[in-house]
C-alpha cells in the first residue's frame, strides 16, 4: 500500500465522487451522494486514509468541491459529473454575463459547435474573468469567452449555481458567446 498525498488522495476522491465510484467498490445515490464510511473503506484500501484526512480535505479544498450532508454520514461533489446524479441544484436566474474559459486548441471548435458540456453534465462557467482564467490556463494557452447568460435566460435556457459558485448550464450556442482579446 502506498501513501498518498492529500492532494492525490483529493483528486481521487474527485474521480470516485464524479466519474468512477466503482474503483473503491461504492455507489452513489441518484443524488450524488456516497456514504462515508464506505468511502473512507475504499480509500482505505489503497492508502492510509481516515475521517480527519476527509474532513482536511473537505474543509481546505480551494475549489470547494463537495459537501457532507449535516451530520457527516454522506458526501458528495458539488458538480463536475459525467455519470447521471442530481445534486439537487435550483434553477437560478444568472448575472447578465457569466465567463468560460478554455485552451486555445478548443477555440475553432467551440466557434462552430458553442460551447458544450463534452463529459460532463453541464458546461461550466465562471462569475469573473480571472476564475474563467485559471481554467483555461489549465488547457495550456487560456482563452475567454464572455456568455450572454441573461440573454440566454430570457430566450429559455436554464442556469443553475453549485454550492462552491460555479454557474451550470447544458450549452451555450456560439450566437451567446464573444471571445475576448
Keep these: 500500500m502506498k501513501a498518498m498525498t492529500l492532494n492525490e488522495i483529493s483528486k481521487f476522491i474527485a474521480l470516485i465522487l464524479r466519474h468512477k465510484p466503482e474503483v473503491i467498490g461504492i455507489q452513489l445515490d441518484e443524488h450524488g451522494w456516497a456514504n462515508v464510511d464506505e468511502l473512507i473503506a475504499g480509500i482505505n484500501r489503497q492508502t492510509p486514509f481516515n475521517m480527519q484526512m476527509l474532513e482536511k480535505i473537505v474543509r481546505e479544498d480551494e475549489k470547494t468541491r463537495y459537501s457532507f450532508n449535516e451530520d457527516k454520514t454522506l458526501i458528495r461533489a458539488n458538480q463536475g459529473h459525467s455519470i ?21 486548441k478548443y477555440v475553432s471548435s467551440i466557434d462552430v459547435q458553442g ?30 469567452y464572455e456568455v450572454s447568460a441573461s440573454q440566454m435566460a430570457q430566450d429559455g435556457y436554464k442556469f443553475y449555481l453549485s454550492a462552491n459558485g460555479v454557474w451550470l448550464t447544458k450549452c451555450v450556442p456560439v450566437k451567446y458567446l464573444r471571445k475576448l482579446v
Design 84 to 104: 447521471p446524479v442530481d445534486v439537487e441544484l435550483a434553477e437560478t436566474a444568472p448575472p447578465d454575463i457569466l465567463y468560460h474559459g478554455t485552451g486555445e
Design 115 to 144: 460551447l458544450l458540456p463534452k463529459s460532463r453534465l453541464y458546461v461550466h462557467l465562471s462569475k469573473d474573468t480571472d476564475t474563467a482564467c485559471k481554467v483555461g490556463l489549465r488547457h495550456g494557452k487560456a482563452v475567454i
